[in-house]
């Protein structure tokens, strides 16, 4: 019905009752031809029809790195330093260095960065957003922005600068992928996300 469009998804490991095939050929120089014929998809048992030939247009599921301070205008972050403090024989600490300058590759060079983000070890590489909020290990996380660091201390209580904040980060030898998030801080009146995937200077302390 064109009128009440409904969006079915049919993929590996998931099927349900859905039975066919779907086929895409590269015909070369940007032509495809895809052939769709299911049956019983869905809660209404749709049979799905489709011949398509031709150059489809481009869908970039990439992320951009970049932040946002509440309404403000995406910044661009172009530079990443990841140090490894393991000077603690509790645990390694993580502090993550973002910068909208192109070629930082040090610490010092980072003393303007745009962006802090501290991260405990037992979080790196899980691939799982931790909260400001939780145990005394979500404690140790934080996201400093223009001279404010911003951590379980000083979110989510009565005297909070911010309603609180998260953080994942994935780091190697080279890259790293790292999301921040600051809720409803009280200084520049609204949220701080960001993202960076890329390339990475790591040093230890």
Request: negative net charge; aromatic residues 10%; hydrophobic residues 30%.
């Amino acid at each position: 019905d064109p009128n009440n469009p409904k969006l079915v998804s049919l993929y590996n490991g998931y099927t349900g009752k859905g039975t066919g095939y779907v086929s895409v050929n590269d015909l070369g120089d940007g032509l495809y031809s895809i052939i769709v014929d299911v049956e019983g998809i869905g809660d209404d048992d749709y049979d799905v029809q489709v011949v398509y030939r031709g150059t489809p247009a481009e869908y970039d599921l990439s992320v951009p790195s970049n932040y946002t301070v509440a309404d403000g205008d995406p910044i661009d972050l172009k530079s990443c330093v990841v140090e490894l403090d393991n000077s603690n024989e509790e645990r390694s600490m993580y502090t993550i260095y973002l910068s909208q300058k192109e070629g930082i590759t040090t610490v010092e060079g980072m003393a303007d960065a745009d962006i802090v983000v501290t991260y405990p070890d037992d979080f790196i590489n899980d691939d799982q957003t931790h909260g400001f909020s939780g145990t005394d290990v979500n404690a140790l996380i934080s996201v400093k922005y223009n001279g404010e660091t911003y951590s379980q201390s000083n979110t989510g209580n009565a005297a909070a600068i911010a309603l609180g904040g998260n953080a994942r980060a994935t780091v190697n030898a080279n890259n790293a992928n790292v999301d921040f998030t600051i809720f409803g801080s009280t200084k520049f009146g609204g949220n701080l996300k960001g993202h960076y995937e890329g390339n990475a200077t790591r040093v230890t302390k």
